[in-house]
């Protein structure tokens, strides 16, 4: 790249001058490329030590004058070739002009002024696109993808000087995290230590401090463990680890949330020496934060933060801490922590002013919402910017036609009237109601007709007593009411009440009934998500009623399973409301669907909460709070399942051995996780634990599974088994109770754990929080996702692991394959499809992977990482002829035509070439020259032989697969691999797999006989595949002995089926009458046919290729003649006698005498398989073919087993483990020559 000039005092330090003239000198780094010897060795460990590569390229040009000792320099390339490109221009360009100049200063300031000139042409052009990082990131980026040979869509992200710790030895080097990969380079006295890690693969990823390794980071994988230390900066390089890492993670888990995480927003303008990726990856993090922090919807995006203080009424005082400005909400966070938190929706928002400033209020900024209440911020650095970005947010906000507001929810949740029956209509929300609002009541859900429309079920079956009727719990309960109305009048209610420490202490001594499906919707954030969708789940109900699916058969099983011992549940009313609730969810996220313990967890907000209110709550839960909790593999309660673990190692030393030694944790934390303890404890005590979910989070779970087991330590200890253990905390949670709760008491049906003993004594369920919170309180969010990240890590993989145990078990064993060589397959062929995601088309690739899928089918591959695979894997190496092999064999392997295959199709392809003995390995090799492997387009005379190929139902099938192969028409594409991926009905797999475990043995005699061109498709596939074996010549003379007598037999067999007419016609030619128009092919010493020349097979034994002038030139094959009825073994001439002049041969000559030298080939060759086709190509379809000749198998088969040398070439073993770990190798450790080229450049 062109420099600005800048001057250099000693100019030969370090650099070798490689030309000059008398204006400029080109220079190379000593330590790269040819010669160098100490110093050049010395130079280029200097350079990765010390990162000057990356300032000061290999290459430069210096300007010189001839009396003056100081240079400038100009240019600066990475390569030879860049820096060469430069060094023309100049010659061209500036010489002749600079020799005009008679002062040495002008020529040096002509110079300078062009170099400028053309710098800032270069950046004008380069200015539209914004996302380019300049200078040494590009630098960086550019030596990143030669050094590991990654392609253009692999970016770097960063990257930072480092040790890497090989052995007892650090190697310093330099750190590059990209999107997919971990990448390590060092070239230290001629060592050079190259790394490449997939993040997928990263099993454990930790920031450390051992006496060893001081402040380092552990990267572990299956196979080896990695120390990186002696970071500038280790915490900003760990986070951006995380990130990636997570990345990763969430592609293993979930195809479309890794594209979604893939769509990146773009900076504005970039920073120097900073990736744009990096900036990306920062400002996610700062969103989930944001989002997490104040429990935003997940569309939502931090646009900035500022200090400021918040003035706070309630105890008068000027609260430090940070504004956050989004899209759609303004936050405030105190620095001490339960100090107070605020949330302002803008849709709220009525007047933003700027106050008068003063020396007690400096740039204060006064914000009123339409509950009247008025929040004033002050010491705001930039008050007018950011009164201007909140206007621009104000103005965007889309129109609140009565979005509704919680005073409407209070008023639709009033008690109903003493008297009143459930089935009555109940009381409509004060206040208009938009149309679109899902209370409208034309639905047959709607207010008017079913009461869980506009409140909970609680209010509609249970009949309050009058207070004072329930004695002390009625006093308790009219007390936390007051406690809540005071707390409401000083703090505010709604979405902007200021919560404080004071909010968590109300919370914590238990949410009246009244107030608790409000609170619960505030709590979330469910209701900000409630009010900005009105309708959308009034549309969900109507779109998915009356459909099916697998999700909905599992909702109706569990139905009548769902806290069956609730009035509420025990008739039709509460079943319909909860079936529509999940039904509604599992369509709006087919994702998660359905899974066992939503049924439970959701009947409980219906008592609380109408069912638009329920359904938003259920989404708040499944989609933020308790992330991935409800997916087929229930990955986020492992992962919290795995933090109790941590947790219980730290907090209770004691009791974590012996709990891993009964297997305890595994089976009680699932079930205490996943329904929020609603299923281990009776209803009206979890429910007090849910209260303090919705407002702390998946911390007060934790905190109170470690109570549960700290209060029965003594007994756990001295338990014996597993079943006892669960005995007794079953017992124990039994008998957790609410002697405050106002409702009738509710039978639990958990476990009924009575073993004869007197029952444990009752413990009251505020007493449990209490000593939660005293004992285990110091859990910080913060700790939690840390530790959350460390153990979705070991999770994925787990489940990674199991799900390649069970594909490995469901090949069959007569693959031939080892378990080991299946596993190392499949970690290539995972590896394969994963690089098609990292690499390919983003929305084809996602389409292939479906977590509800079977394990089997959810990795699979395209034509393309196929060819890749096959190239790497095959012992069939056919040179230039490979990839088409690969596309036959792929072909025949897509059994179902959806251009994808899976594993087992393709360790089975992979198995009929390595396994099996002489025969096993012809059959499969044959089978890829004839139809569905072999296309129309590849063997013209496919349509022709339909009388041999009674299997082959549709010829269109094929030419499908050729317009794919050919024209990649993505629409085609798209649209079969959606067919392919939809998930199928059970029960097609039940028959797919009877089908499978029915013996199919298929026999020699089952396999259609071959054509004539066919056939010379096969011979050219035996050409190609003998050219790098040892034995050459010798397979080159057998296979032509083998062609010949095959040819003659084929010429026999003709004789039996051919019409009479054709017979004599047959008899009227000879083989010397032919000998003479055939060009004399090369000849060895013995007389034998020569095998084609490597240039030839390489050009004519590519797969497709035909040959001719014109029509009135193309050649009819031979269609009569005896077994010797032709001069050498596979001359096919035509019997017009005007065309004995013509020396243009038919294609089937070209391949099966490899005698047809270059200049044969002409103008007109075309190759078919690609869309364009030549006149010719179509005019000579059906009249070029011996539609009459044919060969079986069984000949072949009788042919080839005649020349030994064949013979002990297929029957050969190869051995695959060695081919799968040149394909899996990650690590290279070499040395290099100082004086020559560093090695890794080339990729």
Known sequence: MWLGPEEVLVAHALWVTERANP???????????????????????????????????????????????????????????????????????????????????????????????IIAEENKNLQPQGDEDPGKFKEAELKMRKQFGMPEGEKLVNYY?????????????????????????????GKEVSLVVQWVDVTRLEKNATLLFPESIRVDTRDKELFFSMFLNIGETFKLMEQLANLAMRQLLDSEGFLEDKALPRPIRPHRNTSALKRDLDARAKNECYRATFRLPKDERLDGHTSCTLWTPFNKLHNPGQMFISNNYICFASKEEDACHLIIPLREVTIVEKADSSSVLPSPLSISTKSKMTFLFANLKDRDFLVQRISDFLQKTPSRQQMGSLGERRASTADPAPGSFPGASQELPQGPISPSSPLCGHLSFSAQEVPTASQGLLKVFQRHLPMEDLGPKGAKERAKEEAWDIHFFEYGRGMCMYRTARTRQLVLKGIPESLR?????????????????????????????????????????????????????????????????????????????????M?????????????????????????????????????????????????????????????????????????????LFLSVMPFESAVVIVDCFFYEGIKVILQVALAVLDANMEQLLNCSDEGEAMTVLGRYLDNVVNKQSISPPIPHLHALLTSGDDPPAEVDIFDLLKVSYEKFSNLRAEDIEQMRFKQRLKVIQSLEDT??????????????????????????????????QYWGSSRTAANRRDPSLPSLEQYRIGATEFRELFASLTPWACGSHTPVLAGRMFRLLDQNKDLLINFKEFVTGMSAMYHGDLTDKLKALYKLHLPPALTPEEAESALEATSYFTEDSSSEEALLQEEREGSGNEDVQEKKEEKGTSPPDYQ????????????????????PKMNQEQFIELCKTLYNMFSE????????????????????????????????????????????????????????????????????????????????????????????????GRGSPCQLLSDDDEAKDDVSVSSYSVVSTGSLQCEDLTDDTVLVGGEARSPMASSRTGGTVDADWCISFEQILASILTESVLVNFFEKKVDIGLKIRDQKKVERQFSTASDQEQPGASG
Not at 169 to 181: A, D, F, S
Not at 1048 to 1060: D, L, Q, W, Y
Not at 1073 to 1094: F, H, I, K, M
């Open 23 to 117: 204006f400029f000198v080109l220079q190379r780094r000593r330590g790269h490329g040819k010669g160098g010897g100490l110093t050049g060795l010395l130079v280029g460990t200097l350079d990765v030590v010390l990162d000057s590569s990356a300032r000061v390229a290999p290459y430069r040009i210096l300007h010189q004058t001839q009396d003056a000792q100081v240079y400038w320099t100009v240019a600066s390339g990475s390569s030879r070739k860049e820096i060469t490109k430069h060094w023309e221009w100049l010659e061209s360009n500036l010489l002749q002009t600079l020799s005009i100049f008679d002062s040495q200063e002008d020529i040096t300031t002509f110079v300078k002024g062009k170099i400028h000139g």
């Open 161 to 189: 000087s480092c040790s890497y710790w090989k052995g007892r030895v650090p190697r310093q080097g330099w750190l590059y995290l990209t999107v997919n990969h971990l990448c390590f380079y060092s070239f230290l006295l």
């Open 517 to 597: 499906g409000e609170l619960w919707l505030l709590f979330s954030g469910a209701w900000n998500e409630m009010v900005t969708h009105p309708g959308y789940y009034t549309e969900l109900v109507e779109k998915s009623r009356g459909r099916y699916s697998l999700a909905t058969e599992e909702i109706e099983r569990d139905l009548h399973r769902s806290m069956p011992e609730h009035p509420a549940f025990q008739n039709e009313l509460g079943i319909a409301a909860l079936r529509r609730v999940l039904t509604a969810y599992a369509f709006r996220n087919p994702t998660i669907g359905y899974c066992q313990a």
């Open 599 to 675: 049924n439970i967890v959701t009947s409980v907000l219906l008592l609380y909460g109408s069912e638009e209110e329920a359904f938003w709550l259920l989404v708040a839960l499944c989609e933020r709070m308790l992330p991935d909790y409800y997916n087929t593999r229930v990955v986020g309660a492992l992962v919290d399942q795995g933090i109790f673990e941590e947790l219980t190692r730290d907090f209770l030393p004691r009791l974590s051995e012996k709990m891993q030694d009964l297997g305890v944790i595994s089976s009680i934390s699932l079930s205490w996780f996943l329904t």
């Open 803 to 836: 799900a390649k145990r069970s594909v490995v078990r469901a090949i069959p064993v007569d693959i031939g394959f080892s378990v080991e060589e299946l596993e190392d397959l499949y970690v290539v062929f995972k590896a394969k499809h994963l690089a098609s």
């Open 988 to 1007: 097609h797999y039940l028959c797919m797999w009877a089908k499978e475990k029915e013996a199919q043995k298929e026999t020699i005699k089952d396999l």
């Open 1029 to 1124: 074996d040892s034995r050459e010549q010798d397979l080159y003379h057998a296979i032509a002995t083998v062609a010949s007598l095959l040819l003659r037999i084929g010429e026999v067999g003709k004789k039996f089926s051919a019409p009479t007419g054709r017979k004599a016609r047959g008899k009227a030619h000879t083989a010397e009458e032919a000998q003479p128009l055939t060009p004399e092919p090369q000849r060895d010493s013995t007389g034998t046919p020569q095998p084609p020349a490597a240039g030839d097979a390489q050009g004519r034994a590519g797969g497709d290729i035909h040959l001719g002038k014109a029509t009135q030139e193309s050649q009819a094959v031979v269609e009569g003649g005896g077994g010797e």
